[in-house]
């Protein structure tokens, strides 16, 4: 049985990295994608992992996979596509961190993922299957997403859920707001950032907002707020949880990398209504930890904490 299995894009994020003598931009190939990133920082963090998504034959598709491998993420669900390159997001970082994305995948492999690619028996071992918006955007992705989503509830499976809003993907913010919101009735544990939850609830306000989407059905939301740490509703309980103070060098990945941590915490316990608050809360002071480490690096993937980076200091 896989603690997480997280199933959606993976590519390549051509991350501004400084310039050259010349003030010429310069990119760094970082590996990315935002439920792939997740793969990767549970893994770190212990859980077991698998990833389910889609990339072409050119190299960059084996270094995608080559890095899960390295990093203790089972690939055996990843297909290669014959026909599509494997995408490429670029991002671009300004003097605060903060990134701005231009994505390359019109046609790409990751959105050419179709049901049948998906092994129901992988679905059937998997003790949480995650997924976020990205792969929601077109099809065949949409739908073989959403049908691992539901193919591994009916199998008693947790369903975790990342909403994680690029504008530059949909074509209008309607229509990603219509089909961000349609997976919410299966979703047991949620994230959200302070920018999309007004998205999807048509409020800013943290406990309105978290009530909406609790009124789903959804047993855990958790709201991201930067710096700031996280907010959390569970069940009756709310809470903030402050961020760790550091030095910012790029802000990829800190929200997959908090999730992930959330998550591989998660999977210790076997059902999420045997959790504790004061547990919850620990475990969010965790996840903030390990998102405050990603955000003082660079890149995404390459910037995640290893366990002893979060536990033993």
């Known amino acids: 049985m896989t603690?997480?299995?997280?199933?959606?894009?993976?590519?390549?994020?051509l991350t501004?990295?400084?310039?050259?003598?010349?003030?010429?931009?310069?990119?760094?190939a970082n590996p990315g994608g935002a439920p792939a990133n997740l793969a990767v920082a549970a893994a770190r963090l212990g859980a077991s992992s698998a990833f389910i998504g889609k990339v072409g034959t050119d190299s960059f598709g084996t270094f995608l996979r080559n890095t899960l491998v390295e990093n203790q993420v089972d690939v055996s669900g990843m297909v290669t596509d014959q026909k599509n390159r494997t995408t490429l997001a670029v991002v671009a970082v300004d003097k605060a961190g903060e990134r701005t994305f231009s994505f390359y995948r019109d046609p790409s492999a990751d959105v050419n993922l179709c049901c049948e690619e998906i092994s129901e028996e992988q679905l059937k071992n998997t003790r949480f299957l995650h997924f976020g918006s990205v792969s929601l955007t077109t099809d065949p992705a949409r739908s073989a997403t959403l049908h691992a989503a539901r193919t591994a509830k009916q199998f008693g499976?947790?369903?975790?859920?990342?909403?994680n809003y690029r504008a530059s993907l949909w074509s209008d913010e309607a229509t990603a707001i219509q089909r961000m919101l349609e997976p919410l009735n299966m979703v047991d544990v949620?994230?959200?950032s302070d920018e999309e939850l007004p998205l999807l609830t048509g409020t800013d306000d943290l406990d309105k907002g978290s009530q909406?989407?609790?009124?789903?059905?959804?047993?855990?939301?958790?709201?991201?707020?930067?710096?700031?740490?996280a907010y959390y509703r569970f069940g009756s309980h709310t809470g903030h949880i402050p961020g760790v103070k550091v030095k910012v060098g790029d802000t990829n990945g800190a929200g997959d990398t908090f999730f992930g941590a959330t998550l591989a915490q998660l999977a210790k316990f076997e059902k999420l209504a045997d959790i504790t608050v004061p547990e919850l809360e620990t475990i969010i002071t965790i996840a903030n930890k390990a998102a405050a480490l990603t955000t003082s690096r660079h890149g995404a993937i390459p910037a995640m904490p290893t366990y002893d980076e979060v536990f033993d200091n």
Do not use: M
């Open 212 to 229: 909406i989407l609790a009124d789903k059905g959804i047993a855990l939301v958790l709201v991201t707020l930067g710096a700031n740490g």
């Open 3 to 13: 603690d997480i299995t997280a199933v959606g894009e993976i590519l390549i994020d």
């Open 157 to 163: 499976a947790i369903i975790s859920y990342d909403p």
């Open 16 to 28: 501004q990295s400084g310039v050259n003598e010349l003030g010429i931009p310069v990119f760094a």
């Open 190 to 192: 949620l994230k959200v």
